[in-house]
């Protein structure tokens, strides 16, 4: 046998061995994919997405690529087009194939060849694009490289054919075109627009340069245009900071406080901006990854900045005659603020994986930030004393709140006595089943009271519009009967010695927080005022899932003795065709209070038929934004989101 032969039959060999090690490593993608990829759902579905943009960012930030086209397809198939080198084709000896094959079908092969480069990217589950490829019926990579078109097809990760080339180009890139599995992804397999968008656009802001066009070709205006949006960033974070900020109250400085720079290794880019609003939107990324549980850069960022302002202000004689201590929270009142680190290697710890534990970063943050922000404090000591007054009075107000809220905590929380007189217990004590329905007015709470199972199910009415937590001081939320009754009911209290601010859900009372109200105009906004609160003061609720909204019908349609309830008017007319047109009567809810006991049971609180939605944040930057806008003193903004969601006030930003 010549050698040629030999190298042939042993590339052969290779070949098919690691074929067959490459199976069994997608089909445990196929057999647990929400072990690769969060879960089966909604979230799931977006998240191969970001997995396959994530490649296209990697390859933008290496240098060599600065246009991304993500487009959702007529069938819903998703397109994602770069600019970039284009993957390799060329075969890959130690693999036994093609380059792009490895990528496409090896788990974690993403950046492997590529030694030299930084890669930084990938999604918060980082398992790479041949994730996609198990999960997808068809993937479809066309590589423009070398004035070669190069094609290759998969079909649930495995290949359909060889690389082929089908035509030339002048131009390079790499198009990944996949269609995902209906058979993994059995509840939803519709891409939604507005998700999509969000993550573009904080992709856009967190990586400055970078052109990323969403584009929709399931929806068309008059003219027969899709839908389409371009994000692009010139200036990063300050941009991303203005965009967070523009709705929430007033700037108390004049310019963003902005860094961008290599600290220890580590890039680190943030940017702040304080405004006369009580709370504190600080979000963290690293490699991208909205890190929600913080970690060592988080630590960094709040050292540096209590450490600098404290010493300016203690340098200035700002703080003489102060009769109370300063708080680290003091100092992030009326703060936004984003903080973006890449890290080579990251360790990514917590519950949700979203907590950086590297102990470098935070030494290099907090050195970078020290430098920046007491420069800035030195050549704008306008700006200075603002933020320092703003300072002293959250540290005035914290102290209000601290004895109105230790008298409501000492009252119920602490003495285990006195739930409120409104509050309609249930008889179980075990949390696990137990469910609490807050209930937009007193007639309401009565028919909910008669129709629920009082085993499991708790009935809390509340009356009028609860207190808007994103516009009063802490301590008038202490004051605040309404309130005050949520609190005692749910068994949660606020505040420990280290942190005022801390959530303690050791003696939450239920498992499911339902928020019950009618399907108009007012009970959106109750139900949104609920949500705010729930949202700034006891987030840990809605990140551990905890909160849910009830959908009582829209219709019933009836017809002799046939009845049925509609959520749509689609639904409501499908219904009625379906009956047939004669002797048919179609009654509108337009408030809980016309079902009766049975029928709210029926339709809205029977966990066997109800549907409840659970509240989650998929984008706690844009969350913040909207609620702050929704709730907050600018109007025009806020009648503009209420006339493009006309339908919902939906949150699940
Ligand atoms: C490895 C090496 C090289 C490029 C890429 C990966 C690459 C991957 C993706 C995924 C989506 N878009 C991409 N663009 C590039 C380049 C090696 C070279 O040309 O020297």
Request: proline share 3%.
């Given at each position: 046998m010549s050698t040629e032969q030999e190298k042939v039959m042993k590339h052969e060999e290779e070949y098919s061995a690691s074929n067959i090690q490459v199976l069994e490593g997608l089909e445990a993608v196929r057999k647990r994919p929400a072990m690769y990829i969060g879960d089966i759902g909604e979230k799931g579905l977006h998240h191969l997405v970001y997995e396959v943009v994530d490649n296209s960012i990697d390859e933008a930030l290496a240098g060599y690529c600065n246009d991304i086209y993500v487009t959702i397809n007529e069938d819903n198939s998703i397109s994602v087009k770069d600019n970039g080198r284009g993957i390799p084709t060329d075969w890959h000896e130690k693999e036994g194939k093609s380059a792009l094959e490895v990528v496409l079908t090896v788990l974690h092969a993403g950046g492997k060849f590529d030694k030299g480069s930084y890669k930084v990217s990938g999604g918060l589950h980082g398992v790479g694009v041949s994730c996609v490829n198990a999960l997808s019926t068809l993937l479809v990579a066309e590589i423009h490289r070398g004035g070669k078109i190069y094609k290759q097809t998969y079909s649930k990760g495995a290949p359909m054919s060889k690389v082929e080339i089908v035509g030339d180009c002048d131009d390079r890139g790499t198009t990944i075109t996949?269609?995902?599995?209906?058979?993994?992804?059995?509840?939803?397999?519709?891409?939604?627009?507005?998700?999509?968008?969000?993550?573009?656009?904080?992709?856009?802001?967190?990586?400055?340069?970078?052109?990323?066009?969403?584009?929709?070709?399931?929806?068309?205006?008059?003219?027969?245009?899709?839908?389409?949006?371009?994000?692009?960033?010139?200036?990063?974070?300050?941009?991303?900071?203005?965009?967070?900020?523009?709705?929430?109250?007033?700037?108390?400085?004049?310019?963003?406080?902005?860094?961008?720079?290599?600290?220890?290794?580590?890039?680190?880019?943030?940017?702040?901006?304080?405004?006369?609003?009580?709370?504190?939107?600080?979000?963290?990324?690293?490699?991208?990854?909205?890190?929600?549980?913080?970690?060592t850069h988080l630590t960094g960022f709040r050292h540096a900045l209590t450490r600098t302002l404290k010493k300016y202000a203690e340098d200035s004689g700002m703080l003489a005659k102060l009769k109370f201590d300063i708080s680290g929270d003091d100092f992030r009142e009326g703060l936004t603020a984003v903080i973006s680190v890449k890290v080579a290697e990251p360790q990514f710890e917590g519950q949700t994986k979203t907590k950086l534990g590297n102990d470098e970063v935070a030494g290099a943050v907090n050195r970078a930030m020290s430098a920046a922000l007491g420069h800035y404090l030195e050549e704008n000591p306008k700006d200075a004393k603002a933020i320092v007054q703003k300072v002293i009075l959250a540290a005035q107000a914290r102290h209000a709140a601290r004895n109105a809220r230790e008298a409501v905590q000492r009252k119920t929380v602490l003495s285990g006595a006195g739930l409120p007189g409104k509050l309609a217990d249930c008889t179980s004590r075990d949390r696990s089943i137990a469910e609490i329905f807050f209930v937009e007015g007193d007639s309401a709470g009565g028919t909910a009271k008669q129709g629920r199972d009082r085993n499991f199910q708790a009935i809390m009415p509340l009356r009028g519009k609860i207190l808007n937590v994103e516009k009063a001081q802490e301590h008038r939320m202490w004051e605040n009967e309404e309130i005050k009754n949520m609190f005692t009911a749910l068994g949660v209290s606020i505040g420990t010695a280290e942190d005022s601010k801390a959530l303690n859900l050791e003696k939450l009372r239920y498992d499911k927080i339902i928020i019950m109200t009618d399907a108009d105009v007012d009970g959106s906004h109750i139900a949104t005022l609920m949500l705010t609160f729930f949202f700034r003061k006891m987030k840990a609720l809605i990140e551990n899932g905890h909160i849910y909204i009830a959908t009582p019908p829209l219709y019933l349609v009836k017809k002799g003795k046939q009845e049925r309830y509609c959520w749509t008017d689609k639904e409501r007319d499908d219904i009625s065709a379906e009956f047939g047109s004669k002797g048919i009567h179609i009654q509108r809810y337009k408030g809980l209070g016309e079902m009766n006991a049975q029928q709210l049971w029926d339709t809205t609180m029977n966990p066997d038929t109800r549907i409840l939605r659970q509240v989650t944040v998929e984008n706690a930057a844009e969350a913040d934004r909207i609620f702050s806008m929704l709730m907050g003193d600018e109007v025009p903004p806020r009648r503009e989101f209420i006339e493009k969601n006309a339908h919902y006030a939906n949150i699940d930003a």
């Open positions: 996949f269609k995902p599995d209906a058979e993994i992804f059995t509840l939803t397999q519709e891409y939604k627009y507005e998700i999509l968008a969000n993550r573009l656009r904080e992709l856009a802001f967190l990586n400055k340069g970078i052109h990323l066009t969403l584009t929709d070709k399931r929806v068309k205006d008059e003219e027969g245009n899709p839908l389409s949006d371009h994000f692009y960033s010139e200036y990063g974070l300050s941009e991303f900071v203005e965009y967070l900020d523009a709705t929430r109250g007033q700037k108390i400085i004049e310019n963003i406080i902005y860094l961008d720079t290599e600290e220890g290794g580590v890039p680190v880019e943030v940017a702040m901006q304080y405004n006369d609003s009580y709370s504190e939107n600080v979000h963290s990324y690293v490699n991208n990854i909205n890190t929600i549980e913080g970690g």
